[in-house]
């Protein structure tokens, strides 16, 4: 099986622009998870995605939201980008169906840097 | 709220040599899981052992084992015969059992090991 893909891996954008991540879970997942990894504020949880409906949403503000298709394939969009946006934006990919066997299963990330 | 502490930001160890890595949590619930996750240079997480808090039995892959103490909410990691590939960033994860917390993993802030030849 193709493990889970992030694309683009590297990005820099400005501040004040909109940014568009993409992943793609393992085949036969339904549930997606975004983390944010930043050297100070370690690995924080943004949001899981399940059957195309949000489940669950960490603590950042409303300019990061997020989105899945009907293929479990999900997007996460920040927008009006700041400097403290720049962070390496992990996904992950499970079942989603049966959380006592889950396991979750981790892309490469996506490297943002917002200059 | 949950939270996960690991109170170890660097380790070293001998290659061939046993280490062991701490991680202490925090959580009200009875029923979780815990995880430990190895992130090598790549950046490409990797899950390394789970452990099933309704289980006693500490979890055991190859050279990797758990000494889970579930009163004492702790949950350490124990590398036999450490190896140069070994070397990483290792960080304990917490995962509720609680349905509409899905799959959210909360992560202690991570223990940098170095191995040494």
């Known amino acids: 099986k193709a493990g889970v893909t992030q694309t683009p891996r590297y990005l820099i954008k400005t501040r004040g622009q909109q940014v568009t991540l993409s992943c793609s879970p393992i085949?036969?997942?339904?549930?997606v998870s975004w983390y944010q990894q930043t050297p100070g504020q370690g690995l924080q949880f943004l949001f899981e995605?399940?059957?195309?409906?949000?489940?669950n949403k960490g603590n950042f503000p409303g300019r990061f939201s997020g989105r899945q298709f009907s293929n479990s394939r999900s997007e996460m969009n920040v927008s009006t980008l700041e400097l403290g946006d720049s962070a390496l934006y992990l996904c992950?990919?499970?079942?989603?169906?049966?959380?006592?066997?889950?396991?979750?299963?981790f892309g490469p990330g996506t490297r943002l840097t917002v200059l | 709220a949950q939270t996960v502490t690991q109170s170890q930001p660097e380790m070293s160890v001998q290659e061939a040599e046993t280490v062991t890595l701490s991680c202490t949590y925090d959580?009200?619930?009875?029923?979780?899981?815990l995880f430990w996750y190895k992130q090598p240079p790549s950046r490409q997480m990797i899950l390394v052992i789970r452990?099933?808090?309704?289980?006693?039995q500490n979890a055991t892959e190859n050279r990797f084992s758990v000494n889970f103490q579930k009163a004492a909410k702790s949950f350490s990691l124990k590398i036999s015969d450490s190896q140069l590939g070994d070397a990483a960033m290792y960080f304990c994860?917490?995962?509720?059992?609680?349905?509409?917390?899905?799959?959210?993993?909360?992560f202690g802030q991570g223990t940098e090991l170095s191995v040494k030849p």
């Open positions: 452990q099933e808090a309704y289980k006693q």
């Open positions: 995605y399940f059957s195309e409906t949000q489940r």
């Open positions: 085949s036969g997942h339904r549930s």
């Open positions: 994860a917490y995962r509720s059992d609680n349905y509409n917390q899905g799959g959210k993993l909360i």
């Open positions: 959580t009200s619930e009875s029923d979780y899981y």
């Open positions: 992950a990919s499970t079942g989603g169906y049966v959380l006592s066997t889950d396991t979750q299963y």
